[in-house]
């Protein structure tokens, strides 16, 4: 393993592992771990399929082709977010209060992955302000298909996959359009602070609203009796 590969490793997942926590700990008891953690190996596996389409050039953002720029940029959003329904909207999740908390560990897992492939590949660890500014660029990414994965996931919680799919494909659009805006000649530092502030806004609008409203009201209170007491 080359020094790249293990800083890549670390900057995509070692994050990921500590969201995963943040976000959940307040939760212990109200879903299963196993298959928090199956689901997070498979948002890993489902985010090395969204990259390898990048990859290949199936979606290029950077084409010269005005037209293929615009197509990807709205693939990129659709093709992803439509690979988190697939697996959230199975029947053993459908209409189940903790498939918003699988949806987290499946969006942490896409989003590690995917900045592990397409984002951490491009570190120059020489280049110290470069691999600063990525990492925050990787935090942001992984901040956001957090939160997108816990959006579908309440969705198809409360049997409303689509429209929940809709939502987190258009937050992931205005993401694509600001990165393709970086070559058109918008500042790349611009991107960086606006993927960091975007990731941690639906980061908090997560933590703060949808994982509380995704428990059923008796477990509501309960949790928050036992969070008066902490």
Not at 3 to 27: E, H, Q, S, W
Not at 59 to 88: P, Q, R, W
Not at 94 to 103: A, L, M, N
Request: charged share 15%; with cysteine; aromatic share 18%.
């Amino acid at each position: 393993m080359n020094v790249l590969t293990f800083a890549g490793i670390m900057i995509g997942f070692v994050p990921a592992l500590a969201f995963l926590f943040i976000m959940l700990y307040k939760y212990e008891g109200c879903f299963d771990d196993r298959k928090l953690f199956i689901t997070f190996a498979g948002g890993m596996f489902l985010g090395m399929v969204g990259a390898s389409f990048e990859m290949l050039k199936f979606f290029d953002i950077n084409s010269k082709y005005l037209d293929f720029c615009i197509l990807s940029i709205i693939g990129i959003a659709f093709f992803h977010e439509a690979l988190k329904t697939m697996v959230l909207n199975m029947k053993r999740f459908q209409g189940k209060f903790d498939t918003t908390f699988y949806g987290s560990s499946l969006g942490l897992g896409f989003g590690g992955m995917y900045s592990f492939i397409v984002v951490a590949r491009m570190f120059n660890l020489s280049d110290y302000t470069s691999t600063f500014l990525g990492v925050i660029v990787v935090v942001g990414i992984i901040l956001l298909h957090a939160s997108l994965g816990a959006l579908i996931g309440y969705g198809c919680s409360i049997k409303r996959p689509i429209k929940y799919f809709g939502y987190a494909a258009l937050i992931h659009l205005l993401l694509n359009t600001i990165i393709f805006t970086t070559y058109l000649g918008m500042p790349y530092s611009f991107f960086v602070v606006f993927t960091i502030i975007y990731g941690a806004s639906w980061f908090y609008y997560v933590i703060v609203y949808i994982l509380p409203k995704s428990l059923p009201e008796k477990m509501r209170k309960q949790k928050r009796r036992i969070l008066r007491k902490v």
